[in-house]
């Protein structure tokens, strides 16, 4: 976990180098398009960890192992997290560009829209006490969300067929720009991870610990 | 082969319509949630007319979202009564334990919500045409046809998050909370398709996709609440 | 580089790494909550087992 975090550190000191002094600046952004070397690996990470939260309820509700419940709610968190980064900063690169903090943009708008179902859900997680139970109802609303996502996206591009500026035509450096600084996100996602599961895993020891003591 | 799997869906949807039927006869007895529905609903539409001018045309531009905001609120009140309604004496466990299954208890409980909650729409749409002087009627069908898609979607997701909740203290709060927020594309769809068939323009052109992603939407939310009910209901 | 909009890049920068800081914060608090309790409920069962 120390390696995963010092090779994170070192790629994104590294990152910084290449975005801040190597890269040029944008012909109509100038300095501040770079904010989308954060803003979408940001948004990546989110939704992988939303595609595995899915996954892993998927897995609960088959195999009924409390461990797969206990990835979903961890991995849940960890990608809102990233989700809220990425608002923020979509939030900030918008007001330089088009002048407002909030333009109603299609992908900005779904990670919106996803990001207050998985809020619900970690909700919905601490209003029920009982663990299986808890498991169980939180995986159905995992899917219910999950599914949702792509019917959220195309129902908002057609609702504003607008601005977002097309992922496809940016120059290949720039692309692999954007892969570095996916790759210290992932690892810090991946360290996040894992402090987060093995809380729940202390969680869990905490409730066959609790009921012992009642059992006395 | 295929006659038992017909005699099979069949008595599905029996024992689905003997659910909705006592379901929408215990409501009819007492009339609560339909009474404070409509009143909700009615104190909705009063209230949104002091947010801006309601005689001027452009309201009816926003008459869709604004008369889907009132059937949305109203209906979490229906809603959230659905499977409430069973806690005391233990009627959601007989229910439960009845030989029928998780899908056909939910689809007919699903239908029960339904035509309370189109009861409501239909009680205050002629009084929204009055409020805010809009000829609601000149697409009458169509305008059917699209609350009915969009009522739809709204009780398939709200009867399954109803049964989700049920054994919550916090039940009349997280009933909204993770309804809404799922309904984004339903909501948008059936406020696209509202307000130019309020406004008189056929259901063509433009409206199709959206048409179609209502339709998309319930269809996909149907089979997925019918598959996960289950898992849910079995305690 | 130009320094037209640089502070905007600026904010960007800080509150994509502000946010995770608060998370990381947050992840600790939580931590050091469940081994107080880890070690509250020890001491109960030994006690009890006594």
């Known amino acids: 976990m120390l390696a995963m975090t010092a090779i994170a550190a070192l790629l994104l000191v590294r990152n910084l180098y290449v975005m801040l002094l190597v890269l040029p600046d944008e012909k109509h952004q100038n300095a501040a398009y770079r904010i989308m070397f954060f803003h979408v690996p940001d948004a990546w990470t989110a939704f992988l960890c939303f595609f595995l939260a899915m996954i892993a309820s998927v897995l609960y509700l088959v195999k009924n192992d409390l461990r797969y419940d206990g990835f979903a709610a961890s991995i849940t968190e960890v990608g809102l997290v990233f989700g809220a980064a990425n608002l923020v900063t979509g939030m900030i690169w918008g007001r330089v560009i088009w002048g407002v903090w909030w333009a109603w943009d299609v992908r900005l708008t779904t990670m919106l829209v996803g990001w207050l179902m998985y809020a619900g859900y970690l909700m919905l997680r601490r209003a029920i006490e009982e663990p299986t139970e808890r498991a169980k109802m939180s995986a159905v609303v995992s899917i219910f969300a999950f599914a949702d996502v792509p019917i959220i996206f195309f129902s908002i591009r057609w609702w504003r067929n607008q601005q977002h500026p097309p992922p496809a ?15 210290p996100l992932l690892l810090l996602a991946g360290v996040f991870l894992m402090i987060r599961m093995e809380q729940e895993r202390i969680e869990r020891q905490l409730n066959g610990l609790r009921r012992t003591v009642h059992a006395f | 082969m295929a006659v038992p799997a017909l005699r099979g869906s069949m008595s599905f949807l029996r024992q689905s319509l003997t659910i909705a039927s006592k379901d929408l006869r215990s409501e009819l007895r007492t009339k609560e949630a339909l009474n404070a529905s409509v009143a909700f609903a009615l104190v909705i539409l009063l209230l949104f007319s002091f947010a801006f001018e309601p005689t001027e045309v452009e309201t009816r531009q926003i008459s869709g979202g604004l008369l889907w905001l009132v059937f949305a609120f109203a209906g ?5 009564r659905s499977f409430a309604r069973e806690l005391s004496n233990d009627c959601l466990d007989a229910l439960v334990a009845a030989p029928i299954s998780g899908a056909a208890l939910f689809l007919g409980k699903a239908l029960a919500n339904l035509a309370l909650l189109v009861t409501v729409e239909l009680a205050c749409l002629p009084v929204f045409g009055i409020f805010y002087n809009v000829p609601w009627t000149q697409q009458f ?3 059917m046809l699209v609350m009915l898609l969009g009522t739809w979607g709204l009780t398939v997701v709200g009867t399954m998050f109803s049964a989700l909740t049920v054994n919550l203290r916090l039940r ?3 009933l909204p909370m993770l309804v809404y927020p799922i309904m984004v594309p339903g909501l948008l769809a059936a406020v696209q398709l509202t307000a130019p068939l309020v406004m008189g323009q056929p259901l063509a052109g433009d409206l199709i996709p959206w048409l179609r992603l209502l339709i998309a939407f319930d269809v996909i939310f149907t089979a997925l609440a019918l598959t996960l009910v289950e898992t849910v209901l079995v305690r | 580089m130009d320094t037209r909009n640089f502070t905007y890049l600026c904010y960007g920068l800080v509150a994509a790494w502000l946010i995770l800081c608060v998370y990381v914060i947050s992840l600790g608090a939580r931590e050091r909550k469940l081994q107080r309790e880890l070690e509250r409920l020890r001491l109960l069962v030994e006690e009890k087992e006594r």
């Open chain 1, 169 to 183: 035509d940016l120059p290949p450096d720039w692309w692999m720009a954007l892969f570095m600084n996916w790759i």
């Open chain 2, 76 to 80: 979490a009140l229906i809603l959230n």
């Open chain 2, 141 to 143: 069908w169509p305008l």
């Open chain 2, 172 to 174: 009349e709060l997280m």
